[in-house]
Nanobody, 124 residues
Framework: QVQLVESGGGLVQTGDSLRLSCAAS????????MGWFRQAPGKEREFVAA????????FYADSVKGRFTISSDNAKNTVYLQMNSLKPEDTAVYYC?????????????????WGGGTQVTVSS
């Protein structure tokens, strides 16, 4: 059974940093592209970042580009999202996602597996 478990969320102030982690189990991690989505209250779910299974490329939503970094550690079956210079508009539940195959996607429908989410709250 595939499980994606996020951690690292919390309450921070504007300008602070957080690192989210997503531990994957029940899958051959190296075969999966990984990503992060988020959903704020009253808003639609949106793409944040994704990384290909060989980690040869990654890409980001314009709203987080230059502030967030996605990385992956195949030895630990874990994907990370380093978030710097956080803003109140980054407040959301952040979800880890996985898709079997070489390519990373920005479309939620492409991902086979979703974690339960971790709350990030940025106060002004």
């Amino acid at each position: 059974q595939v499980q994606l478990v996020e951690s690292g969320g919390g309450l921070v102030q504007t300008g602070d940093s957080l690192r989210l982690s997503c531990a994957a189990s029940g899958l051959t991690f190296s075969g999966y592209a990984m990503g992060w989505f988020r959903q704020a209250p009253g808003k639609e779910r949106e793409f944040v970042a994704a990384i290909s299974r060989r980690c040869d490329y990654s890409f980001y939503a314009d709203s987080v580009k230059g502030r967030f970094t996605i990385s992956s550690d195949n030895a630990k079956n874990t994907v990370y999202l380093q978030m710097n210079s956080l803003k109140p508009e980054d407040t959301a539940v952040y979800y880890c996602v996985a898709d079997y195959g070489p390519r990373a996607w920005s479309l939620a429908s492409e991902y086979d597996y979703w974690g339960g989410g971790t709350q990030v709250t940025v106060s002004s």
